[in-house]
């Protein structure tokens, strides 16, 4: 009897879930050796044409990470839902645009011309850009167009499950697999972690407080952080009340807090509106002045509550009245 056969494919990302498999340790084992991996280009010699002389719906399951931005990207994600029987969103720039899809809060080319043009290293007084498309000698040679927004995989094509976190912990991917394997497996649409805020799970939760009340927030480098104490007690933004479980709380036994890379529980619309609302809540601040010292002591409040989260969110983009909002 053949294998089921998989594929594992990167977008935009930083190579971080491809490096949580590896952690897999001794169970990737059991996994390579009950699934055939037909198509995983970062780990072994896989090519485009190997994918597309597949029949269709041939890939028992393929494994997508990374948020989705280049012509390139769009070409393989609806190339692989074709191929595929299952698809499943891995880790936080598929599920919800990840650290990518905070460059939806420039256009284009202000990016553009500040990565080729303006930044203190760059020696480049010509303007030079990469072109989609170059003659030399020995013909032309191309290059993948850029997306005026970066998408998260749901938005580009259908997802079957998901499965969060930066990266996403091992005991997700070995779950998850071993349901894909057997076939039970939840309704279309679920994130495959527990439904739960990671704050109920917290390990110091009965140091929180029941009459939480926080006089403005304080940033990590700024205190010397009680290793036994609830993080939000120490006036510290803790996204644990609004954040789905399943990481094992690893940054908190790291004495940091959570920065949100699981996502939201399911009756939760927008990540980030929720746990700003959350943390809001605790807020001691009445009157005018404080209410506007609170509110400077967070420099960056969509870096810090939208962080892995703004193309999957109700912001999306930053509004231009520029170029054509996208493919």
Not at 207 to 218: G, Q, T, Y
Request: proline residues 8%; contains cysteine; charged residues 20%.
């Amino acid at each position: 009897m053949s294998k089921p056969k998989a594929g594992f494919y990167w977008c935009a990302s930083c190579g971080g879930c491809e490096e949580s498999v590896v952690d897999l340790a001794e169970d990737l084992i059991a996994v390579v050796t009950a699934i055939d991996f037909v198509f995983f280009p970062c780990a072994m010699d896989f090519k485009r044409e190997d994918v597309e002389a597949m029949k269709d719906g041939e890939i028992a399951v393929c494994f997508i990470n990374g948020a989705v931005r280049s012509s390139e990207q769009f070409e393989m994600v609806e190339l692989l839902r074709k191929k595929s029987q299952l698809i499943i969103a891995y880790g936080s720039c598929a599920h919800m645009g990840g650290i990518p899809g905070l460059a939806n809060l420039y256009d284009l080319e202000s990016i553009l011309k500040r990565v080729y043009t303006e930044t203190e290293s760059t020696d480049n007084p010509s303007g030079t850009r990469p072109l989609p498309q170059t003659t030399v000698p020995g013909g032309k040679l191309t290059l993948p167009t850029l997306d005026e927004s970066v998408k998260s995989l749901d938005q580009v094509i259908p997802v079957d499950y998901y499965i969060p976190g930066c990266p996403p912990p091992t005991p997700l991917l070995k779950a998850a697999v071993e349901a894909v394997l057997s076939g039970k497996l939840p309704p279309k649409g679920t994130v495959l972690a527990p439904d739960i805020a990671l704050c109920k799970e917290c390990p110091r939760i009965d140091s929180k407080p029941e009459d939480l009340a926080i006089k403005a927030f304080k940033r990590p480098h700024e205190i010397d952080i009680d290793p036994e104490k609830c993080l939000l007690a120490q006036g510290l933004l803790c996204l644990g009340p609004g954040t789905r479980s399943g990481c094992g709380a690893a940054c908190i036994k790291g004495n940091m807090p959570c920065t949100g890379c699981l996502g939201p529980v399911s009756r939760v619309h927008d990540h980030g509106g929720a746990t700003m609302a959350a943390l809001a809540s605790l807020l001691e601040a009445t009157e005018e002045d404080q209410i506007v010292s609170a509110i400077e002591s967070v420099p960056d409040p969509v870096g810090t509550f939208y962080r892995y989260g703004v193309p999957g969110s109700l912001l999306f983009r930053k509004h231009t009245t520029s170029g054509n909002g996208g493919h």
